[in-house]
């Protein structure tokens, strides 16, 4: 990590000709009743007393239409633990931002949703962990949990907001895929949202536990892609393969520091929701630097901005600003340097290593879960 | 949702609820926002959607749209289907009623 020192000669987010961000995901809180073994929350998760409060949220806001944002995404943990949601959801909405709740739905009830919707909330996206309701419960580790989404769902409809069902997919749950879509249907939503599980921080942790088989995969893009023929103009489906098993690694993020921005409880300003898996990163703040001047200047930003920092194979690849290089967090989780390739590449010279391992987990009976949870700790690094 | 809309010049296109076609003033353009999907508009889009209304017929829009730029009505009506069709496939419009 000897990159890491001599970082005052980073070009800005102008100089790489980047424009302002487009959409804000706002973590409003780590707090939450479930403990999703894949959640994407840093594994130091922030406690109630370091959020952020209504105030600087609300300028944090002011902010982000200023510079030119067009989304906020309300996510956590889970956003309506925080019982200025309302107030947040007003300012969003008073300042012209599309106002989008992530959450996994189990503390809402219908009098606030309606309050929500009335105030201008536009959108609503509902987490489940299945659509069996047992598996569902043991995955999110909340008992009651499948149930009462299934009865948040319909309130969300029934005060006329637009649902979307957020599925997280693996191989304990991929077999019902075709049931994740038709209670979609079901539930009258208006897209579906199929991602496999993502590996960093609690994810790669119970890797083995999620990844699934490449025929497990195969099969699941094959229903995906045919749902979405026949549902076409009924259900928008979005689909997020595991890059494992892809060719070449996602477009993370669309590029480091190019589109979104992630703001953190306690308002820690990160180039994705995952970034603070990579160890020598210092973040800024929204209590110390406005916004627009942490878009510009933060080194967290800069360092993996743009091609510079690249190096081979990406470095000489014709790719290099298609996929940026892929996932910077995947490539801190399995290799140990967060510039190095995203090993999801085929040619990474370690993707047949690290990939050959992780099918052959897939293989084996997946083991226990290790739970969301506020103060656990790792014996082993990874 | 509702099922597959086939636009044609009697239909009265609306964008759905959660669906923003909005002027963002920062960036000076107009955009179509739902969850997770952002849309650039070129001008001629603008000018098509900024007469949806939810009152209009696709037929209106392509007359209004025809006085003012001075052009043949048909071309401009099979543009302006051409285009709700495609935005109504991905789910940013739907009919009124
Ligand atoms: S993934 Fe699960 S544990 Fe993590 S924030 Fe979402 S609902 Fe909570
Ligand atoms: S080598 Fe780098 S730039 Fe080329 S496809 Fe792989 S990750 Fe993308």
């Known amino acids: 990590m000897d990159d890491v020192k001599k970082q005052t000669n980073l070009k800005k987010a ?101 309050k929500l919707e009335k105030l201008g909330l536009e959108h609503v996206q509902l987490s489940f962990q299945d ?68 590996y960093y921080g609690w994810a790669l942790k119970n890797r083995a536990a999620f990844i699934p088989t490449p025929e497990q995969l195969d ?50 300003v990160l180039p994705c929701h995952a970034a603070e898996t990579i160890p020598h990163l210092k973040f800024d703040n929204v209590r110390e630097h406005s916004l627009k001047w942490i878009w510009e200047n933060s080194e967290a930003f800069n360092i993996y901005r743009g091609t510079d920092w690249m190096p081979e194979p990406c470095k000489s690849c014709d790719r290099k600003e298609i996929d940026w290089g892929g996932c910077r967090c995947q490539a801190m989780a399995l290799t140990g340097d967060a510039k190095n390739t995203d090993p999801a590449c085929s040619i990474s010279p370690l993707h047949s290593e690290i990939f050959s391992m992780a099918a052959e987990e897939a293989r084996r009976a997946p083991p226990e879960f290790i739970y969301r949870r506020y103060g656990v700790r790792f014996n082993s690094p990874i | 949702m509702t099922d597959i809309l086939k636009i044609n010049e009697n239909i009265i296109p609306k964008f759905p609820k959660h669906v923003r076609f909005r002027f963002n003033k920062a960036r000076k353009e107009w955009v179509i926002l739902a969850p997770e999907r952002l849309v650039k508009l070129d001008p001629i889009a603008v000018e098509i959607l ?17 006085k003012k730029f001075n052009a043949p009505e048909d071309t401009i009506l099979a543009d302006v289907k051409e285009m709700l069709q495609d935005l109504s496939d991905k789910g940013f419009i739907e009919e009124n009623g």
Request: charge should be negative; glycine fraction near 8%; proline fraction near 4%.
């Open chain 1, 131 to 198: 659509t069996d309701n047992d598996n569902a419960d043991r995955i999110g580790g909340f008992k009651g949990g499948h149930a009462k989404k299934l009865e948040v769902a319909k309130w969300v409809r029934e005060v006329e907001l637009p649902l979307t069902c957020n599925c997280v997919v693996h191989r304990q749950n991929i077999d019902n895929l075709e049931n994740f879509i038709q209670m979609a249907l079901d539930l009258d939503a208006e897209r579906v949202e199929i991602a496999q599980v993502q």
């Open chain 1, 14 to 114: 102008s100089e790489h000709g980047i424009q302002a961000p487009l959409a804000l995901l706002a973590e409003l809180s780590h707090r939450c009743p479930l403990q999703c073994p894949y959640c994407s929350n840093p594994v130091q998760l922030e406690k109630k007393t370091g959020e952020l409060t209504t105030d600087e949220w609300k300028s944090v806001i002011d902010q982000a239409v200023e510079m030119g944002m067009h989304q906020i995404h309300l996510s956590g943990g889970e956003p309506t633990v925080r019982h200025d949601l309302e107030d947040i959801v007003e300012h969003c909405t008073n300042k012209g931002l599309y106002t989008n709740l992530i959450t996994s739905g189990v503390l809402l009830n219908p009098d606030r949703l309606k």
């Open chain 2, 50 to 66: 900024q007469l949806v209304n939810g009152e209009r017929a696709v037929r209106t829009i392509a007359n209004e749209l025809s």
């Open chain 1, 219 to 268: 099969h699941a893009t094959e229903i995906v892609e045919k749902a979405r023929i026949d549902l076409k103009g009924k259900l928008v489906i979005d689909y997020v393969i595991p890059d494992y098993y892809a060719k070449h690694p996602k477009n993370c993020m669309g590029g480091w520091g190019r589109r979104f921005l992630n703001m953190n409880p306690k308002g820690d």
